[in-house]
Each structure stands twice: as C-alpha cells, then as structure tokens.
C-alpha cells in the first residue's frame, strides 16, 4: 500500500515537473511546479518527515509559486 | 560532431560516479555512533519529547542561529535589491477584482491559520514542526491577505521591530547559557520540568517561539517586498 501510493506520487510529480519545463503557457508551468512541492510534501509525511513536509508544502508549493507570479506579472508589464 | 561525443562522454562519467555511489550503499541496520547518543540521551539531556527540536534547538543550536542569520541575509538583500524612488510609486495599481470566494474565505482562513501557526511553534518541543515550519505558515497567511487584497501592505517599522527584537532574543538566550549554565545556548537555565508538558525542556520553547517570529517576520517581508514592488512604474 505504502509502496503504491509512493508509486503514484512520483509518477505525477515527474508528469508535473515534465510540464512545468516544456507547457507553452508560463501560468500553468508555474502552477505544474507548485504541484510537484505538493506532491513531494506528501512523500515526505509518508516518510516519516512530517516537519519537512511542513516546510515544504508552506514554501514550496504556497510562498515559491506566488513570488513566481509575481516575476512573471513584472515581467509582461515591462513587454508591454 | 566533437561535441556530441563530449556531452555524451560527460554524461557516461556522471553515471559512472553514481552508479558507484549507488552500488557502495548499504543501508544502515543501526544508528550511528552520534545518533545512537541523541537518541538514548536526548530525553534525559534536553527533556524534549521531540527528539528534531532536541537536535535543532540544543546539540545543533548554533547551526540554527547560522540559518537564521543567512534568512535575514536573504530578507535584507531582496529589499534592498527591489528598492526603488518614491516617484516611481503607483499609489492604487488597477488589479483584478478578487472573487467574492476569496475574500470572504480569506476572512476566516487567515486567523485560524496564524492560530495554527502559533501552535506549531510554541508547540516545537512536543509536536513535529518548530520555529521554521510555524514561520512558514504565518508567512502563507500573510500571503493569503495579500491575495485577497493586493494593496495590502504591512508597516516595515513593525517588521522590523518584531524581526530585531527576536533575533537579539535569541542570541540574549545564548549568552545566558554561557553564564548560567554549561554554555552557548545551554537549554538547562529553564528547569527542565517533566517530559511532554508544555512548560518543559527548559528554553527551547522560548527560542522557538522567538525563531518562529523572526522567521514569519522575514518570509512576510519578503512577500510584502515583491508585492510593493508590483507597483513600480516602468
């Protein structure tokens, strides 16, 4: 069971990572990449990491994507 | 042509390195030396049930003074690298309207999700997570305002002043220890009180709840700081 669910975590956090490098559109590239974080959280409380999982959902996935967002608003609003 | 062969060759010697590293590693049946002292001593040295915070707060305390030290680093250069005139300033930037789901939700998220916060830290000797991780999540709450309403900012004097007062807190602790107790950061000038109360493990929840608020008082700079900077003219 523990080996299954790990199994399927990894999987999608490759898909997601996969995504987040060659999705045209940078919005859903970002939000692919917050999804791997989440992912790898929950890897990490199913080792027996609950801190870093902490961690990792709070700043990994929450903080990271929305500073992203910001560069990226920044960025269009300079090409425009 | 030569330089296909060379990537290919630097790559067959990447592999190489880990596949060495993969086939040397045995997995170990018993602790280590050190962890084998945290884990029969930790109790009895520090009387903290949570053996991380053990580690974090006493055996490692000044590696986590050197972390925090290195996220103030990290807070002060973003602010000062997105620093820009006054003139430039665009008081009300036009933003999307937030949905209504948002920002009612947001209402009642944000204070349950500073409460847990709170808890997590001041809980840092009993409960997995400390001062980082409670940190971290009043920083999303902030993050959380700061979705809801995008002009929202929080006053730097306040920042500052909750961020000076805890990380000279913390080193304050540290030099207790030197005088009254076996040395740097010595968690036993607190007494240690009984293992699993909320008022044990001498000083380690003290330093975390000061770690925890530093820490949320920096990652919630650094938002506020990217997100005033939205409104620079270009």
Redesign the interface.
Known sequence: MFIAIAIVLGVASLIGGYIAIHHEKLPVAIIASGLVSLFASVIFLLLAA??VA??EA??GS??TT??FF??L??IR??ND | MIKKILIIALLAGVGLIFFDLFNAYQGNETLSKTANYYAENGAKDVGAANLVTAIVVTYRGLDTLGEVTILFLAAAIISFALKFRKEDFIPNRPVRITSELLDSASQVIVPIIFMVGIYIFINGHLTPGGGFQGGAVIASGVLLMIMANPNFGISHKVIATVESISGIAFVLIGVLGIVLAGGFLDNTILPLGKLGDLFSAGVIPVIYTFVGLKVGAELSNILVTISHAQNEKN
């Open positions: 609950p801190d902490m961690t709070a700043i929450g903080l929305l500073i910001y560069v608003n920044k609003q300079r």
